[in-house]
């Protein structure tokens, strides 16, 4: 059995996830700003679908992408000298996670509900959530978004309306969390998509105790849009 959180309630120790399903931790509570940073800041993240509770989970292992062993492929990098895309940031934040939310081939669902695409517009005003966007021709082609506490990046999803343009946008953030001295991207649940560029499982004890000082780092939150401004 999980714990069903009130609003004032803390979350469960790590440790405490279910095996299976594989981390889920706790229901209930809400999707407040301040809800939120103190999940995220603990290794914790909101997955939930249409019907369900909110539910939170912290898997073990966790998929993360160290900034350091960060690679692409041949036809990737031919790509970015293409310059096919222009990359920017945070000037189509819910654009970005509607595209994220649009149903995907093989899916008849999303997990990013309303409310939650409510919540984290919430958090891009208070500058902690983000979206890099590729752009082609005036148009929104894909992008990813995520969350920036301290100097700590969880990435949330992707999208793409053509081929490379979220694999781009991944390349700019990359390029960017490096100069700000960001050393991890968390993945949360491993695929081989993301294994191609170099994330790799982390045993979720050893993963809260990395973040635990990244969280905590005084970074100002603020939108990030001039960082990547042509």
Known sequence: MIPWLDLADPFPPLERALR????LLAAG???SPTRLLLAYRQGIFPWYSEGQPILWWSP????VLPLAEFRI???LAKTLRARRFEIRADTRFREVMLGCAAPRRGHAGTWIMPEMVDAYCRMHELGYAHSVEAWAEGKLVGGLYGMA???MFFGESMFARVADASKVALV???RELARRGYPLIDCQQETAHLA???ARAMPRARFAHEI????????PAGLWTESFAP
């Open 149 to 151: 506490i301290g100097r």
């Open 212 to 219: 635990a000082p990244l969280v905590n780092w005084p970074e």
């Open 20 to 23: 299976q399903p594989a981390g």
């Open 172 to 174: 700019l953030l990359v």
């Open 196 to 198: 191609r560029f170099g």
């Open 73 to 75: 492929s041949r036809s």
């Open 60 to 63: 073990d292992p966790r998929m």
């Open 29 to 31: 509570a809400d999707l």
